[in-house]
């Protein structure tokens, strides 16, 4: 007669990959066998998140890093409200234990931690390649305090990606920064940010820039070197509010040289065609569903290769009393539907 314990090593690593961390300590609790199949898991020590402060969640999670045993592992860090554990638990012991072997750091807390917090991300990563930390206070106030230079003991040769939300960035060029190919700053919807050309300048490796604020600034010309880094752009996101993105759309020098550009919000009927501009048909054309709201218009130019991608609202598209239908303009000209040879639906 077959039992539980003639199930396939194979199987039973399958089927605690679909399971949750509790699951998991649950499944792991049948046998030995299992228990050896669990924590060995990476679902138990390579893919770890933490929403809770509790002493029963530091207690798992030291379990969990403690059986990475130095192995690079991906964090995630979540908790909203303060708790008297962060500190002591969290910022001042398990995270500092491990910080020589995390590969993606993921932090969200509230800004009231940020001297501490400051203090662990200071140590060496070696092993980082994603990080990502937001800070959060009422009505998205900057902290005055803004990310050290020094940062990661100054030095992360791995480090690609980087997700900045509500923190500020230091003046000063930030070492472990160097090999960052990908930035996102992004702020609240009542900020005006000054378009970062100082980025551009100090880190030449970034490739792929997102900017999310109320209003994106254009108050100095830009210098030899930061056009130089516009020009090395392969991708530009952009979220400001509706208002603000004619006056992106006309003042961001080199738009039409960046191969993929998206917009998120309003767009006009001017903006529109000079968003459009470097394109030339043929054209794919692709409509493409978010949520319940939202949707992408997408043209891509076929010979090139360069897109175009625009958040629009579903909302807009409506009867005024006088009739009048509000859409789009792509959708109201004649002549581009022409030059249209491919289309995608996906709504």
């Known amino acids: 007669m077959r039992t539980i314990g003639d199930i396939p090593a194979e199987v039973i690593k399958h089927a605690f990959a679909h399971l949750d961390i509790y699951d998991l300590l649950r499944a792991a609790a049948v046998s030995q066998r299992w228990r050896d199949l669990g924590i060995e898991h990476p679902a138990f ?5 933490v929403t809770s402060a509790t002493a029963g969640a530091f207690e798992i999670l030291e ?4 059986q990475g045993r130095g192995r690079p592992f991906l964090i995630t860090v979540d908790i909203s409200d303060m708790h008297p554990l962060i500190v002591p638990r969290l910022l001042r012991r398990l995270l500092p234990a491990t910080m020589y072997c995390v590969q993606q ?9 940020l001297l501490d917090l400051w203090a662990v991300l200071n140590m060496r990563a070696p092993e980082l390649v994603e990080f990502c930390l937001t800070l959060l206070s009422p009505d998205r106030q900057l902290p005055r305090i803004p990310l050290m230079p020094w940062i990661f003991g100054n030095s992360s040769d791995k480090l690609c990606t980087v997700s900045i939300c509500d923190v500020l960035l230091p003046n000063e060029t930030i070492p472990a920064f160097a090999n960052v190919q990908y930035l996102q700053l992004d702020y609240a919807a009542n900020t005006t940010l000054e378009f970062p050309c100082d980025v551009l300048e100090m880190y030449p490796s970034i490739g792929y820039l997102t900017l999310g604020a109320g209003v994106i600034a254009f108050s100095e010309p830009f210098s030899p070197a930061a056009l130089a880094g516009v020009s090395r752009l392969t991708k530009l996101d952009i979220n400001v509010s509706p208002p603000a993105t004619t006056t992106f759309v006309r003042c961001m020098p080199r738009l039409s040289q960046i191969p993929v550009a998206v917009l998120t919000g309003y767009v006009d009927f001017d903006s529109m065609y000079d968003f459009l501009e470097p394109l030339r048909s043929p054209f794919h054309f692709a409509l493409m ?3 319940t709201s939202r949707f992408w218009i997408m043209v891509r130019d076929l010979g090139t290769g360069y897109v175009r991608l625009v958040s629009d609202d579903l909302a807009t598209y409506h009867r005024d009393a006088a009739g009048i239908e509000e859409t789009n303009v792509l959708f109201e000209n004649e002549d581009f539907a022409p030059q249209i040879e491919a289309i995608t639906l996906s709504m």
């Open 289 to 291: 569903r978010t949520g």
């Open 45 to 49: 020590w390579k893919y770890i998140v």
């Open 105 to 113: 750091l993921h932090i969200t807390l509230d800004a009231n931690y």
């Open 63 to 66: 379990l969990r890093l403690g």
